[in-house]
């Protein structure tokens, strides 16, 4: 079975992209997120597309930002939307989905930004992450809680520690309720425990030719219970879907169970052509410029 996640960053924008990825890699489930469609909307815009090729779908849209959905041809059970427990900003928003495909419990997951550190969007950020905890902990032992958790587990999985210094994504509380959230039902990072050494990231601003330049972060995350890791073949970046016109910020990430289809061809596919190389000048993000 193989399981990706992405997010799309608009839905209704990336649609020929994300139909040409599904042909392309043949994914029987799908997490995305920052589908910014409502329900009705994204019915509407992707149903007979997704029927035709064999895939139900659970939806938790809004109309203009947030939106998870979760697509799949392997069986679409017991669907809950949200986090319960989970605070709203002030209204509860579409971060959540979850549904049981092919025996495993998959949760796709648009955590909050966070935006500034010790702001308000911060603190809902971890007060979210720790319902969310609670959830996953009471879950059954084959799960799989993936999605843009909008964390860098560790400065390995930024292109440079320094230029996020008092920055979201790698704070210490951050990294710490992440930390919990796998410890509450022995999650595996499935991706960096098959490449522990390896440069890999799955989104990359827009701005000033980051992507180019391989200066990224890892924030996108397949995280497996110890059951479901155990049957894992291969987890891999498709950076391919991150090429060419107008594609969403982020790369799917894909992890195939039992089989894989393609070889152990991660941790990045294509691996970038020109990426820079590490030394001791710092770069600015863009935010900061």
Known sequence: MRVATWNVNSVKQRMPRLLGWLDERQPDVVCLQETKLANDA??????????????????????QWNGVALLSRVG???????????PGFPNPEARAVAATCGGIRIHSLYVPNGRVPDSDHYQYKLAWL?????????????QIVCGDM????????VFD??????????TAP????????????????????????????????????????????RIDLMLATGPVAERVQATWIDRKARKGTGPSDH?????????????????????????????????KLPQDR
């Open 76 to 86: 679409l059970e017991d669907v809950v939307t949200g986090v319960a427990g989970a």
């Open 251 to 283: 790369a799917p990430v894909i992890v195939d169970l039992d089989v894989a289809p393609d070889g152990d061809i991660g941790p990045v596919v294509p691996p970038p052509s020109a990426p820079r190389k590490p030394g001791k000048r710092t770069t």
């Open 42 to 63: 994204f019915t509407e815009l992707l149903d007979e597309e997704l029927s035709s090729r064999g895939y139900q779908t659970a939806l938790y849209g809004e109309v």
């Open 161 to 170: 520690p320094v230029a996020y210094i008092g920055q979201t994504h790698v």
């Open 150 to 157: 909008n964390i860098a587990p560790t400065d390995a999985d």
């Open 174 to 217: 951050e990294r710490q309720a992440l930390a919990e959230l796998m410890s509450s039902k022995g999650l595996h990072d499935v991706v960096r425990d098959r490449w522990p050494d390896e440069r890999v990231f799955s989104y990359w601003d827009y701005r000033a030719g980051m992507f180019h330049q391989d200066l990224g972060m």
């Open 130 to 142: 720790a319902a969310l905890r609670e959830v996953i902990a009471a879950g059954p032992d084959e």
